[in-house]
């Protein structure tokens, strides 16, 4: 078998026993409540042929449209950018002022109080405050509100008529539009672009950057401009979530690792962007006083682990185990353990107990995991399952996607809130029910359009695609849309707007860029010699 074959092959086998694998104990998750290694095991054998039977079949065909001659055309970013900003309006018009919910009481205390935190992103917290307190100054706390929800309403179109620019450089006017229309119609975004998280300027800026990324990556010079593009978004995507910092951390030394030559000027505007991020959000926090966020965020998995086993299995722990547990979560706080999200516990989390005797409370929970290894591999499952499985029936606790204002935690303001002034408040509070809720679960075939593990599977798949194609270059680049996917799985919680990064990125990973399918496969073994 030639060396294609080989690897076509290998890809082929992987994705299935991935898919296999996953989709086994994803349904135990949903089904069983619990995880059996053994059966799940055996499912995987009995799916692995007709999993990786339909993985060959869909590569085969993405395999022979890659071979497909591009259709000359001209795409007009600016023409993009009205066309995808006007599709946002009827849902500005819906959610007037826009969706303040989720995490803006809290910023928007920092910025009143003058008290700030690390805890949420200074850029977005400053630019949320900043634009609801011009409100308030001017009379109105909802013309502030209106304002932000304009801005990024703006700005994410802006990114996306860009990332469709780049789509049209590499893959021609044809991928692009497709793009574009994407990016303007599917609900998904629609949504999002009212909201008032920092989610939605982060997953704009990493389409952005993954394109001008896969740009660099499959052709084109770095020049000024595309290097400009690339040090500029990827700081501001940088900026507005650690996630995505961490993943290009790794993402760097992998690629440095595979490609050395052909990565030093990539690499070197890469790390530019990132040391912008880490420089601006110093300036911000000299000049804010802000103090630094609690890291309970990064132990989400230890923490629903020790208290499912608390809570379930307490019979097998030592005193010293439970004394232990009950230091670190006061209050027995482990009685509030929701298997699908760890805030009910993180939030009541002393975090600085852990950190006076980590090493002690690392011993504990080593030594817990080893008397009660099945609580800590259900606590993974029910937590992350989600986002690696296609449910039938959303299950995480908590709203799909937070429509409208709360009401919740503003114990601090003493003057007018965000109130909805809807221009259509029955849409709103329908949307808010078949949407927002479940998902749209309960429509047959709709619902899973924004099922989370259908859209994490979309882009493993287009991952595995490039390997299958031999493209290697554009499956580095898709590898960074996987690392950030994977430190999403170590989050509190699986929730709608944690899917809309990979949801951004799918029109850049599902092109396909104009090099035949071995140019880059045989661009990259002259590279590494």
Request: net charge positive; charged share 15%; proline share 4%.
């Amino acid at each position: 078998m030639h060396e294609g074959g080989k690897r076509r092959g290998a890809v082929i086998l992987l994705g299935g026993a991935m898919y296999a694998l996953l989709a086994s104990f994803g349904w135990q998750a949903e089904h069983l409540q619990t995880g059996k290694p053994a059966m799940a095991l055996l499912v995987a054998a009995a799916l692995l042929l007709p999993a990786t039977a339909a993985l060959r079949l869909l590569l085969r065909r993405s395999e022979q449209s890659a071979r497909a001659p591009r259709i000359a055309g001209v795409f007009s970013a600016k023409r993009a950018f009205a066309l995808i900003l006007l599709c946002y309006v009827p849902m500005f018009a819906v959610t007037f002022p826009g969706s303040f919910a989720y995490d803006v009481p809290f910023q928007l205390e920092q910025v009143f109080t003058g008290r700030y935190s690390t805890h949420h992103p200074l850029l977005h917290t400053l630019l949320l405050g900043g634009c609801v307190a011009l409100g308030r100054a001017l009379g109105s706390i909802n013309l502030g509100a209106a304002l932000y929800t304009v801005l990024q309403m703006t700005a994410l179109a802006a990114c996306f008529a860009q990332t469709c620019a780049s789509i049209a450089r590499q893959s021609g006017a044809r991928a692009a539009r497709r793009s574009a229309v994407f990016f303007g119609l599917y609900p998904l975004h629609m949504m999002m672009a009212v909201n008032a998280t920092k989610d939605v300027l982060f997953s704009g800026l990493f389409a952005l950057t993954l394109a001008l990324l896969r740009e660099a990556m499959t052709g084109r010079r770095i020049d000024a401009r595309l290097g400009a593009g690339i040090a500029l978004s990827g700081a501001g995507m940088m900026l507005l979530r650690h996630n995505a910092l961490y993943a290009v951390a790794v993402w760097l030394a992998l690629l440095l690792a595979a490609y050395r030559r052909r990565a030093l000027r990539l690499a070197g505007v890469t790390a530019l962007a990132a040391a912008l991020c880490v420089g601006a959000n110093g300036a911000m926090r000299l000049a804010t006083g802000a103090q630094q966020g609690d890291p309970s965020e990064m132990l989400s998995w230890p923490i629903q682990q020790l208290a499912r086993a608390r809570n379930l299995h307490g019979d097998r722990l030592t005193q010293a185990e439970k004394d232990a547990i009950d230091e670190i979560m006061p209050g027995e706080s482990w009685r509030l353990y929701d298997p699908t999200i760890s805030d009910p516990v993180k939030f009541e989390f002393d975090t600085q107990a852990f950190l006076d005797d980590a090493g002690r409370y690392v011993r504990v929970y080593l030594s817990v995991g080893r008397k009660c290894p099945q609580a800590y591999l259900d606590a993974v499952l029910k937590h992350t399952y989600a986002f690696w499985y296609p449910y039938g029936e959303y299950g995480v606790s908590g709203y799909y996607l937070q429509m409208g204002i709360t009401d919740q935690y503003y114990e601090w303001c003493d003057f007018e809130r965000i109130h909805s002034q809807s221009l259509l408040p029955r849409v709103l509070a329908s949307l808010s029910w078949r949407f927002g809720a479940q998902g749209a679960m309960q429509i047959p075939v709709i619902g899973y359009l924004f099922n989370m593990g259908v859209i994490a599977w979309a882009m493993l798949y287009f991952a595995l695609r490039e390997a299958y194609l031999g493209r290697w270059m554009s499956f580095a680049c898709a590898l960074l849309a996987v690392l950030l996917w994977g430190t999403y799985l170590l989050g509190p919680v699986m929730a709608g707007r944690y899917i809309y990064p990979f949801v951004c990125c799918l029109p850049v990973l599902a092109a396909h860029p104009r090099a035949a399918c071995g140019g880059q496969a045989q661009s990259m073994k002259e590279e590494k010699r």
